[in-house]
């Protein structure tokens, strides 16, 4: 090959390659947006652990008030950076919403969760899903998934990784005098 066919080749495949990962990137959004439990869907009832091991059951709250969940784990980078994201939306919703962690059982077990926990405390109840009962309900995809569940219990949000926006996410859901069209 010459160096000028070279080049041409060079150049072809530089003009191309932003097309094919704005393709990728749309297919892979596509695909994160179909991910977990359906929006619409109304979960059945079920209840976890603390870590301390006291039952929790949600259908107390489910059905009640906005319910968001967080599933993460200690050694989740992105459930780590999405951190100070959830602790402020708690700050601003967690009079009107109730909030829970779910930790999974993947690579960890109460104690460990315990010692994470004292380290980086978290300001709403930590649950443990020991057999994995809801990861399974809410076909949790991986660490940092986040879902929320209206008043009536049907999932209103999914979302993973730590660029969520869970404060805008909740606003729709709540609402705050504004309508979903307002504050989109």
């Known amino acids: 090959m010459n160096r000028s066919t070279h ?12 097309v094919l990962l704005m393709a ?10 179909r991910m977990g439990i359906e929006i619409g869907s109304k979960p059945g009832p079920f209840a976890l652990e603390t870590v301390e091991g006291d039952l929790v059951d949600l259908a107390e709250v489910v059905g009640r008030r906005p319910v968001l969940l967080e599933f993460w784990a200690s050694w989740c980078k992105q459930c780590e950076a999405l951190h100070p994201t959830m602790e402020a939306a708690h700050e601003e919703f967690g009079d009107r919403v109730e909030f829970y ?20 405390p978290f300001s709403f109840p930590m649950l443990f899903d020991a057999r994995g009962d809801a990861v399974r ?6 660490t940092s998934y986040v879902v929320i569940l209206d008043a009536d219990g049907r999932v209103a949000y999914t979302g993973v990784d730590a660029r969520q926006d ?19």
């Open 166 to 184: 869970i404060s805008g996410a909740l606003r729709r859901i709540v609402g705050d005098g504004q309508s979903a069209s307002e504050s989109s």
């Open 101 to 120: 962690g779910i930790a999974v059982a993947v690579g960890q077990k109460p104690s460990t969760i315990r010692k994470y926990l004292k380290k980086h």
């Open 24 to 33: 990728l990137t749309a297919s892979s959004l596509e695909a994160q947006t």
């Open 137 to 142: 309900q809410f076909m949790v995809p991986v």
């Open 7 to 18: 080049l041409g080749l060079s150049a072809r495949v530089l003009t191309t390659l932003p």
